[in-house]
């Protein structure tokens, strides 16, 4: 019994490709074909394992191999193994273990070309989604400004686990956007304040070095919880920079327990310090699945 790496279910009939599971009559004008029975399902988690079998039948000549090929977005495409034939029936079990992506879904091509010691050979195709437990968090820019006056953006909410940028006015503990990032100039000299601060009360952020580009859920859900058990979690960050990295949470104080809710990339800070007209330029991941 040979196995191929990796693999889904896959039929393959001359010109015309049949999925079935049982066997299908083929007429003479298909040289090769494959019958195979597997689970109906066309979708598998990363990093699990899943099996079916294939029965190989060429009608003129004798088998020669099998060629199994992958192609996806980070690989693009890659021959994965070519497997010997003989005779005109091979019977083959195979192990599609799949591969573990950084998104939170991914849909491969599979490829298998079947060819005999004739010359003949067709190939045909099955689309498999890869889904992930874990997945990476989608990016947003956001500009805001600190004088709500100016009737443009001042605040980030975070609810439902995609932040979106509003014009709050003035942010308070009662603001229905309680779930908020807000802008916050506590001079009078018309200078921006280069900080960030929340108004709600369960709200706490970090300033750290972490892998912003290939954030994933659970990376940012279990690093947000280690800065509270450290207490490592404010109210506000001063003294913003281009390329701080702040992480964003709800926190209860009562159990010590952080809620993750997004990450903020600074992009670019006031520079005139005109807190009118200056904007501050943030990246934003939240949480929500693609």
Known sequence: MKKLFPIIA????????WSCDED??????SPVYIVSNWHKKDSIFGGSHYFFYMDIHAVKGNLKELVMTAVDRYNGKRDLETIELSGTK???????????FPDSMVEMELRATV???QGDKWTGTKKLKVFADDYTLTEKEIALVENPA???NNAICFEGG???AINTGHVTETSKHHVVIAYDSNSNNNTASRAIRTYASNIRMSRMSFDYMNTTYNSLRRTFQERCNNDDIYTSIDNLKENDIILIGSYDDKYKKGTALGIIKVKSVPTTNDQDTDKYIFLVKGMARN
Request: glycine content about 8%.
């Open 90 to 100: 091979e019977k083959l079990e195979y192990d599609f273990f799949a591969p573990i």
């Open 115 to 117: 060819s005999t010691d």
């Open 162 to 164: 995609k932040p979106e």
């Open 10 to 17: 896959i039929v393959l009939l001359g010109a015309t490709i």
């Open 24 to 29: 299908t009559t083929i007429g003479e004008e």
């Open 150 to 152: 100016k009737g443009l």
